[in-house]
């Protein structure tokens, strides 16, 4: 294991490279009670606060003055793979944000002077063979540290002051179950959560949580037949291969004393067992708790409530975006949330289902989905063969992709990225690989196809979040794959796809400032301030599995566009 300090020691970087913030840096713990509370200055969890708003209350930067917006500063990670995917952090003015391979930076949020890194050393032969890694979407923060997954099982505490590892728990046998960490923990109550990555290997998708102080395990979650109603939900012994996973960061509802997570699809991906799902093909049954939402006990692990979103998903439209976006309508304690297939779930503080709409026209893996029960009408379910005409919509990058949207308290609306597209698909019997290692199970050829009688595009849409009705639309030429930002400011953010950041007037849609970072986004977006001066920062860099498909169908920009490398880039008034 390997930690270096940046090119000075901590103590001058705090002098010289952090005068800003030299009084306040590292000033004050960051504990359950602070990220409730989510200080407008920071951006201390993943999702910005437990409530999931994505929202940034400052207002410096507003619909007057975004036109004088310029690059403050830039930092650029080195040996990005699959380009920077990560959701900046920021407390007491240091940004803290990861690379691919896990690399973790702590930064001076005001001049990007570097403060401490730390590259763990990973194993790069089992790296080779996971076909989603090495990418990583963020860290946690509290009680002094700064917690990273990695993608060969581990879970590591550094020291918020110095980058000095505080903890190192293996957690996943990475080298016999192939996959590890790739998604930000989530800390809360002494705790930090994480997921597995993906559910297309064959395993049980754990979920863990860690003592944040010492490392040690406190409990784990198995999302395929983690209970024994869960047990009776898989024919035969397809529960050892079931996939599942929880790879994006969930949130804490404390009113509840509740974690929430959403969870994968199983594996394989398309299953051919037709309309007979419930007693043929190679996972029969409804396949809990995939593609499911799940509410559990923070402080045992054990399953509160869940809702499956897709039960027997055989499409991959898996439920593990974390969004979780807690509001109230009409004394009503609601949550929003999105689900891969293009639907919008809104639920009670139970996941008891109050409504459910659509965010996506192309879709046809259902005819719909009842708002009053979730339950899915009309199932377009395969056998083994080609899936041609039409083609399944939406496409294996979803609807929804795991970037989140946002939701402003001010305008009401929820800011949301949606993506039209769809596949063919060649279904084909597959046997799962277990041994020496664990193989990947997807069980179809795949290929990207227009919508029937239309054409491939992304939409931000400015919606109510409790009954979707839609205020004002834009759209893209491709679909966007960063998160979304919106501000007291009046304003939203969008990365896109072709490397160019919008402001948009967050009443209107109007587009009022626009940037071009010279490679495409598929990562995160926050705001906040140093010194009483805002700032806007952007993980830029194309790579991975559904952004390399944006060459071969696209063209244009996407032949030429840098892979496998990216950088911050951090903006405030001129």
Avoid at 541 to 552: K, N, R, S, W
Wanted: aromatic share 12%; with cysteine; hydrophobic share 35%.
């Amino acid at each position: 294991m390997k930690k270096h300090l940046g090119y000075f020691s901590l103590p001058v970087a705090v002098a010289i490279g952090a005068t800003l913030v030299a009084s306040s840096a590292f000033a004050q713990t960051v504990d359950t009670a602070r990220i409730e509370a989510a200080g407008q200055n920071d951006w201390l969890t993943y999702h910005g606060s437990y409530k999931s708003h994505h929202y940034s209350p400052l207002a410096q930067i507003n619909t007057s003055n975004v036109g004088n917006l310029g690059v403050a500063w830039m930092h650029i990670p080195g040996k990005s793979t699959r380009g920077v995917q990560s959701m900046p952090l920021v407390a007491d003015g240091v940004l803290y944000y990861t690379g691919s391979y896990s690399r973790t930076f702590a930064l001076n949020g005001a001049t990007g002077e570097l403060i401490w890194h730390y590259f763990p050393e990973l194993d790069e032969a089992l790296i080779k063979r996971q076909t989603h890694s090495p990418y990583n979407r963020g860290v946690a923060l509290g009680e002094g540290k700064v917690y990273v997954g990695t993608v060969d099982g581990r879970l590591i505490a550094l020291d918020a002051k110095t980058g000095r590892v505080a903890w190192d728990t293996k957690l996943i046998d990475s080298q016999k179950l192939t996959v590890g960490f790739t998604g930000a923990p989530l800390y809360a109550k002494g705790l930090v959560i994480i997921g597995a990555q993906g559910g297309e290997w064959p395993g049980r998708g754990p979920i863990f949580a860690i003592d944040a102080a010492t490392g040690k395990k406190k409990w784990e979650f198995l999302t395929v037949a983690g209970t024994d109603e869960a047990m009776k939900t898989w024919g035969g012994d397809s529960w050892r291969t079931g996939g599942g996973g929880g790879w994006m960061p969930g949130t804490y509802d404390s009113e509840t004393n509740t974690l929430l997570w959403g969870t994968a699809n199983p594996a394989p991906l398309y299953d051919w067992s037709g309309a007979d799902y419930k007693t043929q093909g190679a996972r029969p049954g409804d396949n809990l708790y995939t593609s499911s939402v799940i509410g559990l006990d923070i402080d045992t692990g054990k399953l509160k409530f869940y809702h499956q979103e897709l039960p027997h998903d055989a499409w991959d439209f898996d439920s593990a975006v974390g969004e979780f976006v807690m509001l109230e309508r009409d004394g009503q304690k609601l949550i929003v949330h999105p689900n891969k297939g293009g639907f919008i779930f809104v639920y009670d503080r139970n996941l008891a289902v109050k409504n459910v709409w659509r965010l996506v026209q192309n879709i046809n893996f259902v005819k719909d989905i009842d708002p009053k029960t979730g339950a899915l009408i009309g199932r377009r379910d395969f056998t083994a063969g080609k899936v041609t005409d039409p083609p399944l919509c939406p496409f294996i990058g979803g609807g929804i992709s795991w970037n989140a949207g946002s939701y402003s308290p001010k305008t009401g609306l929820y800011y949301k990225i949606g993506q039209e597209w769809c596949m063919t698909l060649d279904v084909q019997k597959t046997t799962p690989v277990t041994s020496p290692q664990v193989q990947l199970n997807i069980g179809a050829d795949f290929k990207m196809a227009p919508p029937p009688g239309g054409e491939i595009y992304g939409h931000l849409d400015a919606r109510d979040p409790v009954t979707g009705v839609k205020k004002w639309e834009v759209r893209y030429p491709e679909p966007p794959l960063g998160s979304v930002l919106s501000t007291a400011g009046n304003l939203v953010f969008v990365p896109d796809s072709r490397g160019t950041i919008h402001a948009y007037d967050a009443e209107t849609g109007t587009e009022l400032w626009n940037h071009n970072n010279g490679t495409g986004h598929q990562g995160g977006i926050v705001s906040y301030s140093v010194g009483g001066k805002q700032y806007i920062a952007v993980t830029a860099g194309f790579g991975g599995m559904l952004a390399d498909e944006y060459g071969p169908n696209f063209g244009g920009i996407y032949k030429s566009m840098p892979r496998d490398d990216g950088m911050l880039v951090v903006f405030s008034l001129k």
